[in-house]
């Protein structure tokens, strides 16, 4: 894996990757985001091999068995996993590939793929986060309390990533993704 680019986005769930991210494939055609594996529920609106690879737990396990992810994790009480072969493929054709995922999947990266650009995005306020949980209304009053439990143990290894980002505009935040993620070499 040496020609293309491998590059993780972490942050806390409601910081607002998917918006970031969707308005990256959009702007650079170079850029290929990797679909993951989950065993959570498909959400409303959310489309097999679009968002997701909707699994069993069953068929999760089978994958991590055959070797089948670059990481893999558990978040919140379901599984989520890089599938291998096409990160593997792209790279090989020199392509970036963007990876968006938790905390202890980065923390796999760095390890796996230690060339790898790592980058936190941040929110602008603890309580921003939470309200962009809430607004979000996908999410169960249970769901939400995890998730920003969660939040607060993915913010505090903020410091572990090459770059920390605040989303706090998002024409401003793109602007500061683009230039960390498009550095020559
Ligand atoms: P959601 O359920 O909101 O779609 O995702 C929950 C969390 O799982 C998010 O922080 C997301 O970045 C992360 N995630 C999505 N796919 C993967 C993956 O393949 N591996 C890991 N480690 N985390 C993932």
């Given at each position: ?30 850029l290929h985001l990797s679909i993951s594996v ?6 409303p609106g959310e489309v097999e091999g679009q ?104 913010i505090d290894a903020a410091g572990e990533f ?24």
């Amino acid at each position: 894996m040496t020609n293309g680019k491998l590059m993780v986005l972490t942050g806390p769930s409601g910081v607002g990757k998917g918006t970031l991210v969707r308005s990256l494939l959009q702007r650079h055609s170079q850029l290929h985001l990797s679909i993951s594996v989950t065993t959570r529920s498909p959400r409303p609106g959310e489309v097999e091999g679009q968002h997701y690879y909707f699994v069993s737990r069953n068929q999760f396990s089978e994958m991590i068995a055959a070797g089948d992810f670059l990481e893999w994790a558990e978040f919140t009480g379901n599984f989520y996993g890089t599938p291998i072969a096409p990160v593997k493929q792209q790279i090989q054709q020199g392509k970036f590939v963007l990876l968006e995922i938790e905390l202890e999947g980065a923390r796999q990266i760095r390890n796996t793929f230690p060339e790898a650009l790592r980058i936190f995005i941040l929110p602008p306020s603890w309580d921003e986060l939470e309200r962009r949980l809430r607004s979000r209304g996908q999410d169960s009053e249970e769901a939400i309390a995890r998730r920003l439990q969660r939040a607060k143990e993915e913010i505090d290894a903020a410091g572990e990533f090459d770059f920390q980002i605040i989303n706090d505009d998002l024409a401003e935040t793109l602007k500061r993704l683009e230039s960390v993620l498009f550095i020559p070499g």
